[in-house]
Nanobody, 119 residues
Framework: VQLQASGGGLVQAGGSLILSCAAS????????MGWYRQALGKERELVAT???????KYADSVKGRFTISRDNAMNTVHLQMNGLKPEDTAVYFC??????????????WGRGTQVTVSS
């Protein structure tokens, strides 16, 4: 199972970016998918998660500005980021809880994509 994230970049404060993450490989299904971020010198933190049924959860710091969505048919998850702030600068990682085969599965991570917000 591989997760490939894309869409990071440099944006001015107040701007928008869309991150996408596609899962590929051999597996039966994907349960929760999510986005995490890690700023320089800080621990990785949850940004948003979404269940296979579409239920979402957000960090307080991004509520009202970020929207997570997924396409189950395409095994992709997206993060629409609006109203970006310099404190959103971080490497963003996607992850997925994947059911690989009977009684086998786990959490898989993408490599991360850099988001830099200039003031």
């Amino acid at each position: 199972v591989q997760l490939q994230a894309s869409g990071g970049g440099l944006v001015q404060a107040g701007g928008s970016l869309i991150l996408s993450c596609a899962a590929s490989g051999s597996f039966l299904s994907i349960n929760d998918m999510g986005w995490y971020r890690q700023a320089l010198g800080k621990e990785r933190e949850l940004v948003a998660t979404i269940t296979s049924g579409g239920s979402t959860k957000y960090a307080d710091s991004v509520k009202g500005r970020f929207t997570i969505s997924r396409d189950n048919a395409m095994n992709t998850v997206h993060l629409q980021m609006n109203g970006l702030k310099p404190e959103d600068t971080a490497v963003y990682f996607c992850n997925a809880n994947v059911y690989v085969r009977w009684r086998e599965g786990g959490i898989y991570w993408g490599r991360g994509t850099q988001v830099t917000v200039s003031s």
